[in-house]
């Protein structure tokens, strides 16, 4: 069974820097895509950061040269490091596990930029 927890959260100022991790349980990180996701009131669910199982990164072009996404297998987790943040970035930021056909979400985790 899959099991994905964010934390991280927060409210941040403007050209501040958060980091968001996301424990796994029920994933293997070798075998399955993961990534993260964010989501403001009114719209879609956007990808922002995935990363593949052999490791490899990439961003979508909102955030790339900001935010980095990386994984600790031994601790089965996945941080989302953000930099430079904006308030267009404020949203809700969910974890997500690829498997197959089928996505995996976690419960979410506010990120509030805002002077």
């Known amino acids: 069974q899959v099991h994905l927890v964010e934390s991280g959260g927060g409210l941040v100022q403007p050209g501040g820097s958060l980091r968001l991790s996301c424990e796994a349980s029920g994933v293997d990180f070798r075998l399955n895509i993961m990534g993260w996701s964010r989501q403001t009131p009114g719209d879609s669910r956007e990808s922002v950061a995935v990363i593949t199982p052999v490791g490899s990164p990439s961003y979508d072009n909102s955030v790339k040269g900001r935010f980095s996404i990386s994984r600790d297998i031994a601790k089965n987790t996945i941080y989302l490091q953000m930099n430079n943040l904006r308030p267009e970035d404020t949203a809700i930021y969910y974890c997500?596990?690829?498997?197959?056909?089928?996505?995996?979400w976690g419960q979410g985790t506010q990120v509030t930029v805002s002077s």
């Open positions: 997500a596990s690829r498997q197959g056909a089928k996505t995996y």
